[in-house]
C-alpha cells in the first residue's frame, strides 16, 4: 500500500497476501505454494551475493531473491518477468501488430518496459468462457532524478536533484550506498533511438544525516527532514583540475548541462556509448544493499521492494508453473492471466497503470481472436461475467515493537499463511462471497489463511477498487 511501503529493509512474512476476488486455478501450482515457507538456507548478504548462487539452488526461495536482486526498478522488474516467460516458452506479442492465437497457446506483451500482461489460452477453451487473472504492481516508493538533476551546493560538492515517488518513510535513505538504475533512450548511428536499461552497481550517491553535534534536539524533536532540500544525494565532491586533459573532457560533456558531466560518463560506461548518444533518462535511485535471507533461523527476507515484487513473482510462477508440461492446458476451458501493472504507488492513472483499459483492451482482442469468425450476442460482457480476478498486494504483518498499531481482532502474524484484506467502504474487492471462495481455495492446498481489517482505505488502491473488481457467478 502507498502509504506504508519502504525502500528500506523489511521483515516480512514467508508468502504474499492478497486482496482478492474468487481464487484461481493458477494456485493449482503446488510447487510454488507448498515452497513458499521459508525452510532453505541461502548466504547472507553480501558485495557478491547477487549472482553466483544461481547455479546452486532452484528453490522459490533463492530464485525470488535473484528476482529482487534484478529488479531495481519497475523496468528492470518487467525485463526479468520478460526474461522467464521467454525461457518458458511463452510467445512475445506487440500491441501494435495483429495477434494469431490458438487454443494451448502462451502469450505476453509489456507496455512503456513497466507493464507487462501474459496469457495462456486452454486447450478446451470456448468463446465466452472466462478468465482466471493475477494481477500484481511492480513499482515501488522511490527517489527518481528530476529532469534536470545537476546541482551544487555551496562551491564544493555535486549533488542530484531528485523527487520522491509514492508514499515511502523517506528518513530511511539516509545513509545508505545508493546508486541509480532504470531507462535511457539512446540515438544509433542511423539517427534512431533505442530503449535500453542501465543498472550501475556500484554505490555512487549518498544522502549524509546531518551530525547529532549539530542538531542536539533530534531525538526529542524528530527528524523531519525537508524533502526538497535536505534529501539531495551527494554525487562527488567539484574537483578543480587545471590540465589540459581534464579541461577537454570538461568540453566535451558540456552539452548536458542538464546533468553533471560526471554521471553522463557513468552513465555512458555503462551502457558502452558516448555520452552526447544520450538523449533522455529516467532513473530512480536505488539502494546497493542486495536482498537476502536473515535471522537466527534464516526465517526472513530483508530486502525493500517486497510491496510487490513478493507478489509479481509469485504470479508469475504460477502462470509458468501451471502450464509448463505439455498436458498441462489440456483439460482447461478457461484463459489463465497475469497482470503485473505499473504506478499502483501514486494512483494507477497511467496508460501502464491499472486504471487503463490495458487488460479490458486485451481481453477483448483475445476473446475476438480466438472467436474463429463468429462473435454472439454479448460475447464479451459474458466473459468478463464468467471470469475472476485475484489482486495481490502485501499485508503488513504485527510489528513486536508496535502491536497496537494493528487492530485487536485482525492481526496478520508472519509466517501464518495467507491474508485476506478487508475494508468495509470498498477500498477492496473482497465480498463475503470472494472470502468464502478464496479460503476453500486454501482448504484444498492446506494453506492457513488471516484476515486483515484495513482503516486506510487509499485512493490508490484503483487495482483492486475500480478497475478488477470481476463480478462471480454463483
Known amino acids: 500500500m502507498a502509504s506504508i511501503s519502504r525502500p528500506h529493509i523489511l521483515l516480512h512474512s514467508s508468502s504474499p497476501s492478497f486482496k482478492l476476488n474468487p481464487s484461481s486455478s493458477l494456485f493449482r501450482s503446488r510447487k510454488l505454494l507448498n515452497s513458499l515457507p521459508f525452510n532453505r538456507r541461502r548466504s547472507f548478504c553480501s558485495v557478491n551475493s547477487t549472482s553466483h548462487h544461481k547455479s546452486e539452488s532452484v528453490s522459490i526461495v533463492n530464485n525470488f531473491l535473484d528476482y529482487l536482486n534484478e529488479s531495481w526498478t519497475h523496468f528492470h522488474a518487467t525485463a526479468e518477468a520478460k526474461r522467464q516467460l521467454l525461457a518458458a516458452g511463452f510467445h512475445l506479442l ?8 490458438k487454443p494451448g497457446g502462451r502469450y505476453f506483451f509489456t507496455r512503456n518496459m513497466s507493464c507487462l500482461v501474459a496469457f495462456a ?3 478446451k477453451y470456448d468463446v ?5 487473472a493475477i494481477a500484481a504492481h511492480t513499482d515501488s516508493p522511490c527517489l527518481k532524478l528530476k529532469p534536470k538533476t545537476a546541482s551544487l551546493k555551496s562551491s564544493s560538492y555535486m549533488m542530484v536533484n531528485v523527487q520522491t515517488y509514492g508514499g515511502g518513510l523517506w528518513h530511511t535513505w539516509f545513509d545508505r550506498d545508493l546508486s541509480v538504475a532504470g531507462r535511457v533512450i539512446l540515438r544509433r548511428s542511423d539517427n534512431s533511438f533505442v530503449h535500453k536499461l542501465v543498472k550501475v552497481n556500484r554505490p555512487i550517491l549518498r544522502i549524509p544525516t546531518l551530525a547529532i553535534h549539530l542538531d542536539r534536539t533530534v531525538n526529542q524533536d524528530g527528524f523531519k527532514p525537508n524533502l526538497e532540500t535536505h534529501l539531495l544525494p551527494l554525487l562527488s565532491m567539484k574537483l578543480e583540475d587545471t590540465s589540459s586533459e581534464s579541461k577537454e573532457k570538461t568540453a566535451a560533456l558540456s552539452s548536458k548541462a542538464s546533468h553533471h558531466p560526471l554521471l553522463m560518463q557513468i552513465l555512458s560506461e555503462e551502457l ?5 548518444d544520450i538523449v533522455s533518462i529516467e532513473l530512480n535511485v536505488c539502494d546497493t544493499q542486495p536482498s537476502c535471507l536473515g535471522g537466527a533461523n534464516n526465517e526472513f527476507i530483508f530486502s525493500g521492494r517486497l510491496d510487490n515484487l513478493a507478489s509479481s513473482y509469485c504470479a508469475l510462477r504460477a502462470l509458468v508453473d501451471s502450464c509448463e508440461s505439455p498436458g498441462d492446458l489440456a483439460s482447461e476451458q478457461a484463459i489463465r492471466m497475469v497482470a503485473l501493472f505499473d504506478n499502483e504507488e501514486v494512483g494507477s492513472d497511467s496508460a501502464q497503470g491499472a486504471g487503463a483499459p490495458t487488460m479490458f483492451q486485451a481481453m477483448r482482442r483475445i476473446v475476438a481472436g480466438l472467436a474463429n469468425n463468429y ?7 459474458r466473459t468478463i461475467r464468467q471470469s475472476f480476478l485475484v489482486s495481490a498486494d502485501m499485508a503488513h504483518g504485527v510489528h513486536p515493537n508496535f502491536s497496537d498499531k494493528h487492530d485487536e481482532h485482525h492481526r496478520p502474524e508472519l509466517q501464518k499463511g495467507l491474508v485476506i484484506k478487508h475494508n468495509a467502504n470498498q477500498r477492496y474487492a473482497t465480498s463475503g462471497i470472494t472470502s468464502f471462495l478464496f479460503k476453500e481455495v486454501g482448504k484444498i492446498h492446506n494453506l492457513p489463511i488471516q484476515v486483515q481489517y484495513s482503516l486506510l482505505g487509499l485512493a490508490s488502491e484503483l487495482l483492486t477498487a475500480e478497475l478488477l ?4 457467478t454463483v
Open 94 to 101: 506487440n500491441e501494435n501488430e495483429e495477434w494469431n492465437l
Open 121 to 123: 489460452v486452454g486447450e
Open 128 to 132: 465466452g468462457n472466462g478468465f482466471y
Open 272 to 276: 558502452k556509448c558516448d555520452v552526447d
Open 375 to 381: 462473435v454472439g450476442e454479448g460475447t464479451f460482457e
Open 469 to 472: 473488481n470481476f463480478q462471480c
